[in-house]
């Protein structure tokens, strides 16, 4: 009982350092965002402000909203788009298989693989090409088409645990193909939507390849322009760490307030498979 005890200490003990480390570049970008200019030295990383300045999340933001915006205008649209096109997807390669459909599947999941720098060129003339080049529903398109093999492979993993028998009873009912997916699949997938949403949401959020080369300055998300924060000469410390806490915000939000449906949606398809 004792050494039982003394073990469940050490486990906390050892979770609180671990995450104490964690945190450590947290706490150094929040000090210093509230701290002013010239406070920001080596020496003086670790100590808290001598009083609180927000001037640089005031300058952080100003020069980042439209950049924010941007953002919002291309990971919302993304992450819907590539969260339904997966789910039809993972539904039609796990219940509707058809002659080479396993095949089918292993070439969407090699397309994971690929490097992003090995196609930007075929990319941006084919973005020329269909007038979508420097444009935000271009960037849309390309985040749908290279998300949806990692959307496809979790909802089809979803899938494969719902009961076929539950499909049969939806077609004697009257159900189509449209009709199963609408009524049986779609509500039964709702944990797999937080959980796909989250993750594609986090990935078009912080890319930054794709977003720096096929858009210009107007059109670039944040993270891009959270690079042109550094400036060319002098560097403002608190401006910098409080544009880079603004831009983690969103992604914050959205694991502060869905984090247990992800768990929750993760834990079920483990179940499930």
């Known amino acids: 009982m004792a050494k039982s005890r003394f073990n469940q200490i050490m486990k906390y003990i050892l979770l609180t350092v671990l995450a104490a480390v964690f945190l450590v570049p947290v706490y150094v970008m929040l000090v210093t965002s509230i701290k002013s200019l ?3 030295t080596l020496d003086q990383m670790w100590r808290l402000p001598s009083e609180l300045n927000f001037s640089g999340y005031r300058e952080a933001y100003n020069k980042l ?27 039609v390669l796990s219940k509707w298989r ?22 930007l060129i ?6 020329q090409s ?16 290279y998300g949806l093999p990692i ?13 076929n ?29 937080v959980v796909v949403g989250i993750w594609q949401f986090t990935s078009v959020w912080n890319e930054f390849l794709f977003a720096v080369t096929l858009t210009s300055q107007k059109q670039q998300p944040i993270m891009v322009a959270l690079q042109n924060l550094s400036g060319s000469q002098i560097v403002e410390w608190n ?3 409080a544009g880079a806490l603004l831009a983690a915000l969103p992604t914050l939000l959205v694991y502060i307030f869905l984090g247990r449906y992800f768990i929750k949606g993760l834990l079920a398809g483990s179940i499930k498979g």
């Open 130 to 145: 269909i007038e979508l080049y420097n444009t935000i529903p271009g960037l849309i398109l390309v985040h749908v088409v």
């Open 38 to 40: 010239n406070e920001i």
């Open 165 to 193: 028998e539950l499909l049969e009873a939806a077609q004697i009912d009257g159900n189509g193909f449209f009709g199963i997916y609408k009524n049986v699949i779609f509500p039964l997938s709702i944990s797999g939507f």
């Open 122 to 127: 075929p990319l941006i003339q084919f973005l």
């Open 239 to 241: 401006v910098q760490m």
């Open 98 to 119: 058809f002659k080479g459909s396993d095949v089918l599947f292993a070439f969407m999941l090699f397309g994971m693989f690929i490097p992003y720098q090995s196609i």
């Open 65 to 91: 909203i439209p950049n924010l915006i941007n953002s919002f205008y291309l990971a919302i649209p993304a992450t819907l788009i590539s969260s339904l096109l997966g789910s039809m997807n993972g539904y």
């Open 151 to 163: 959307c496809t492979l979790m909802f089809r993993n979803f899938y494969v645990g719902i009961p």
